[in-house]
């Protein structure tokens, strides 16, 4: 069964201050792993969709990496907007319709 | 920018009673889901649907749930026979191709 495990539950930042989430991922081969952004009350926002080991994905203050077990999503100098719940998902070749989701990493980033 | 729109935001209903969910998905998109997040817990795919029939499901989605696309623009979930735990956030979303999902932002279910 495809599983998705991400770390730490929630972590607190101050702005500026730089840390990585931990998206660790077991897939029946991998098609697909993607990072949304959820605000609260709110559905998930896409980021970014990674396809292999060693690809790197870009956008802003975002870098999200990919190796054969997990994924990371590296935020560099937060600001107090990048205050959100971070999804990683993944989706495998047998089931290419669905998306299993991570429970999710609570990001604050207090000014 | 085009969006998913889903309504109603909040639905109370009483348990044992019919409910329809309502998305109206991006225009051009051609493969449509529905996910639902229970308070606490991580979202759930239930089902997708593409050239006008449901091309996966999962256990959640059983006999009580059903799926439409009654025109060329909406999308619709119905839950027969509602239950305590069908209480949940479900949220429509739609993609182009097999990825990229552009999710909507929810209807609260409550049933009582």
């Known amino acids: 069964e495809d599983q998705v495990t991400q770390s730490p539950e929630a972590l607190r930042l101050q702005e500026g201050e730089s840390s990585s989430l931990n998206c660790s991922y077991t897939?029946?081969?991998?098609?697909?792993l993607f990072w949304y952004r959820q605000d609260p009350g709110k559905g998930p926002e896409f980021l970014f969709t990674?396809?292999?080991a060693g690809e790197e994905k870009e956008k802003e203050r975002l870098k999200a990496t990919l190796t054969k077990k997990e994924s990371f999503l590296h935020i560099t100098a937060p600001k107090p907007e990048d205050s959100a719940t971070y999804l990683c998902?993944?989706?495998?070749?047998?089931?290419?319709?669905?998306?299993?989701f991570g429970q999710g990493t609570r990001l604050t980033i207090n000014p | 920018e085009p969006e998913v729109t889903q309504t109603p935001s909040h639905q109370v209903t009483q348990m044992g009673q019919e409910v329809i969910l309502r998305c109206v998905p991006i225009s051009n998109h051609l493969y449509f889901y529905w996910y639902r997040q229970i308070l606490g817990q991580k979202v759930e795919f239930l089902v997708s649907?593409?050239?006008?029939?449901?091309?996966?499901k999962s256990e959640i989605f059983d006999d009580q749930f059903s799926v439409e696309r009654p025109d060329g623009s909406n999308f619709t979930l119905k839950i027969r026979s509602t239950k305590l735990e069908d209480s949940a956030m479900y949220f429509c979303?739609?993609?182009?191709?097999?990825?990229?999902?552009?999710f909507g932002s929810g209807t609260q279910l409550s049933v009582l």
């Open positions: 990674l396809y292999s």
């Open positions: 897939v029946s081969g991998l098609r697909g």
């Open positions: 979303a739609s993609s182009v191709h097999e990825e990229k999902l552009f």
């Open positions: 998902a993944v989706q495998s070749p047998t089931s290419p319709q669905k998306l299993v």
């Open positions: 649907f593409y050239n006008n029939e449901i091309s996966e």
